[in-house]
């Protein structure tokens, strides 16, 4: 039985991973940037500046650590997006369907 991490990926279903990646990655980023808008403009005090710099580190943390777009982990990163609403199944459509159950698998979990 071959495991998730050993999943071959086709040219096609590479492409539309690196656009429905790419698509979640400017969603939430484009999120980040609302809330962090949202913040600056509430600041009245010195202690909100380092609440901010300690949502911001949080953030760059939590991203940074999802948006990890190896092979042998998209199809986890892809159910993680999944079910945190940045990506919607059928912005996958194109990989095989044996990846697409795996994810909407995972994403029930």
């Known amino acids: 039985m071959k495991q998730v991490s050993d999943v071959e990926w086709s040219k096609t279903e590479k492409e539309v991973a ?12 484009d ?7 949202e913040k600056t403009s509430a600041i009245a005090e010195l202690d909100h500046i380092w609440q901010l710099h300690n949502f911001l580190s949080a953030r760059r943390h939590e991203i940074d650590g999802k948006y990890d777009y190896r092979y042998s982990v998209l199809i986890f990163v892809f159910a993680r997006l999944v079910k945190e609403g940045w990506l919607q199944l059928d912005e996958l459509k194109g990989l095989n369907t044996d990846k697409l159950t795996k994810i909407a698998a995972l994403t029930r979990i």
Request: hydrophobic content about 35%.
């Open 31 to 37: 999120t980040l940037i609302k809330e962090v808008r």
């Open 18 to 29: 690196k656009q429905a990646f790419e698509r979640a990655y400017e969603r939430e980023i």
